[in-house]
């Protein structure tokens, strides 16, 4: 279906600070043209949200066109990238697609740039840089900071914008973002949208009085300034003008507390009863619209302004009976379930050798560690893939707190291998911002446990991605999991369950130096995120043959370890090594056999050839670390239970770890995890 012709005044959705100063008179017309479109179709979405035309809900941003309609227009949208909030239609309209692309989205129609998948506002255009949000106000810098970074690094002169409210500014993510990208010296435009209000709290119970929030800057060594957007719109673009253009030249960070106005109260259901008396009032004495066009009468005359008007008005509706026209959209379980990973790409043309350069690992035979295994792989990607970087505390000239990454550093130096600060959340999103624009980072968590703290930008975030955009996040999350160390509660969880409860996220976990050398070369090259789950306990319990193996990618599907007809017996990670020996005791002392089977992928699974066997043995054991309440075997019993119960000759067998927190004395420890004896004792008991 075609759209309607835009208006010549709309034609343009760029405003080049030089032609705000050569041609003041033109460029105030097209910055309001376009804040009258994004004020009208604004109220009319609130009026289509109220005839049930709309679902959910709508935000507004009535009152703060007079901020980001000319910054969007200032920007450079062919490289500049950028995350508005859920107060930034005008930015929306002004940086990509059609008003019909931007009302199908509002509708959840069959046009609806994503599919109907996000909510209205949430969208985004990750093509052309427009980052969509998500609900976690705040997390949404860090991606912005990650992708200009790799503007940057293309050699492309972007700049990042970022939007978040008073509110927000009081979210760790936000305060991680500012000192990641003043550390990393990065081109952004943080900008405060200060509306007065989060939701229904005032600054007032939000702040210490008086606080100035646009001065928090000096702590992060950057620059910083106020701007009341609302008293004119032609000196805020020209004040704009100036700070997109300082950063573009400078390099750094600069923070912008802009005075603003929520007219409409925080989204359709708000009833504003919190509001003072007469605040409200005060609120559209200050509207910038009417004000910047009374300034525009006094130039151009009531006439041309009136005539602007009508043309816009006329276009926005006749937008509106398009959109509204486009069929609802076809509720498909199986293309929804298709979109949650971005498709399988080819394999990438590695050299088939192990590597160039092994002299770092004084290496002398092909036995080598997990944690040199890894160390090889990391150095083979890094050798051959100039898209690749490494990020992580303490990964460089330390090596990591595993000494996995020793010798990077020196090799390959500190803009492809480079320490980050204790900010997991905003190197997380950080890594994000590089995925989503053809980098592929590499992050290692100093221990497992620590992935909570970038929960939401994993889970939420990098996972949901394709599904909601239709963009790929191509990155991988190193993470040293598991116990047995004594290293106590915060220092040994088992996160799979946690992790994949969340759709989106690959996983595997190796329980072999060749695995891990595979598993980083597929996970690697995987377009979706992949979390590689690293035992610590094997980085160095022995050596193991490692070779180029062209069939790496078979990492993703199970690995039979011992063959046997009594049970089939499923387990991953440092738990393969206990099965191997459990197995071979009861085949020697009880002439029992199992199947046993290393899982290796946790995500997507692929069990075709584990459920053949189940259909054979009629008996079936899952075996795994983490607890077993909610614990991950417990999704291995249900899929396998569910589609082969009748082939069933016994009730299925979970072995786990105990359903506490993992306590730090050696003695409690054992006590708490699966041990070779425990394991024969629960097989024999099982049996009996």
């Not at 709290?201 to 929030?213: H, N, R, W, Y």
């Not at 939401?456 to 040293?480: E, K, M």
Request: a negative charge.
């Amino acid at each position: 279906m075609s759209f309607p012709t835009l208006p010549a005044l709309l034609a343009s959705r760029d405003l080049p600070p030089a032609e705000l100063a050569r041609d003041p008179a033109a460029a105030l017309l097209r910055i309001y043209a376009w804040m009258h479109v994004a004020r009208t179709g604004d109220n009319r979405i609130l009026d289509l949200f109220r005839q049930g035309l709309i679902k959910g809900t709508v935000t507004g941003g009535q009152g703060n066109e007079g901020l980001v309609v000319p910054l969007a227009l200032l920007a450079d949208k062919a490289t500049d990238v950028i995350s508005f909030s859920h107060r930034g239609f005008g930015g929306h309209l002004v940086w990509s697609g059609h008003f019909c692309d931007h009302l199908n989205q509002y509708f959840a129609n069959a046009g609806s740039p994503t599919k109907a998948r996000e909510g209205n506002i949430h969208h985004g255009d990750p093509a052309n840089r427009s980052l969509p949000m998500i609900s976690h106000l705040g997390a949404m810098l860090s991606n912005v900071v990650g992708m200009t970074d790799s503007q940057r690094r293309l050699g492309r002169p972007a700049v990042g914008f970022t939007f978040f409210g008073d509110g927000s500014s009081s979210t760790g993510a936000i305060h991680e973002t500012l000192n990641l990208a003043s550390l990393l010296s990065l081109p952004i435009l943080f900008v405060i949208e200060n509306n007065r209000y989060a939701y229904s709290t005032p600054t007032s119970e939000q702040f210490a009085p008086d606080t100035e929030l646009w001065r928090r800057a000096a702590g992060y060594g950057i620059d910083g300034f106020a701007l009341d957007t609302t008293i004119d719109v032609a000196a805020t673009a020209q004040t704009l003008a100036a700070a997109i253009e300082k950063v573009r030249q400078t390099s750094r960070p600069l923070l912008i507390e802009a005075h603003t106005l929520r007219l409409r109260g925080h989204a359709a259901y708000d009833t504003c009863d919190y509001l003072l008396p007469g605040e409200a009032d005060s609120f559209f004495a200050r509207d910038p619209l009417p004000k910047f066009r009374a300034q525009l009468v006094a130039t151009h005359g009531v006439a041309r302004l009136e005539a602007i008007d009508a043309e816009l008005n006329a276009w926005i509706e006749t937008c509106i009976t398009v959109s509204l026209a486009i069929p609802r959209p076809a509720a498909d379980a199986a293309a929804m379930l298709a979109a949650v990973f971005a498709p399988e790409n080819a394999p990438l043309p590695w050299v088939p050798s192990l590597g160039s350069d092994r002299s770092q690992l004084s290496i002398l035979t092909s036995q080598l560690t997990s944690a040199q295994a890894l160390n090889l792989a990391l150095r083979k990607i890094l050798t051959e893939r100039p898209e690749s970087l490494i990020l992580g505390q303490d990964i460089g000239t330390y090596g990591g707190a595993f000494k996995v990454t020793e010798g990077l550093l020196a090799a390959f130096g500190r803009p492809r291998v480079f320490n980050t600060p204790l900010a997991e959340s905003a190197c997380t999103g950080y890594a994000i911002g590089l995925a989503l624009n053809g980098h592929r980072p590499i992050e290692e968590f100093q221990f497992s446990d620590f992935v909570t703290e970038a929960a939401t930008q994993i889970t939420l975030n990098a996972a949901t991605y394709h599904f909601r955009s239709g963009a790929a996040v191509p990155l991988v999350f190193r993470l040293p999991t598991g116990g047995g160390l004594t290293f106590g509660s915060f220092h040994s969880q088992e996160l799979d369950s946690f992790l994949l409860a969340m759709p989106g996220l690959k996983a595997l976990y190796p329980s072999t130096p060749q695995d891990a050398f595979n598993a980083l070369l597929a996970a690697y090259e995987d377009n979706n995120p992949v979390i590689l789950f690293e035992h610590k306990a094997l980085y160095r319990r022995g050596k193991g043959p490692v070779a180029w193996d062209a069939n790496y990618r078979d990492i993703w599907s199970p690995k039979k370890l011992r063959a046997g007809d009594y049970a089939t017996l499923i387990t991953y990670g440092d738990m393969v090594h206990l099965a191997e020996d459990a197995a071979d005791y009861l085949a020697a002392e009880y002439e029992i056999t199992l199947d046993t089977f290393d899982l290796r992928a946790l995500a997507p699974l692929r069990l075709e050839a584990i459920e053949a066997s189940l259909q054979r043995t009629g008996r079936l054991i899952v075996l795994h670390e983490g607890r077993r309440t909610h614990g991950f075997g417990a999704e291995l019993v249900a899929r396998l239970t569910e589609k082969h119960f009748s082939s069933l000759k016994a009730a299925p067998l979970r072995i786990a770890s105990l359903d506490l927190p993992v306590p730090f004395a050696p003695e409690l420890e054992q006590a708490f995890r699966p041990t070779k004896d425990k394991i024969i004792e629960r097989i024999t008991e099982w049996m009996g």
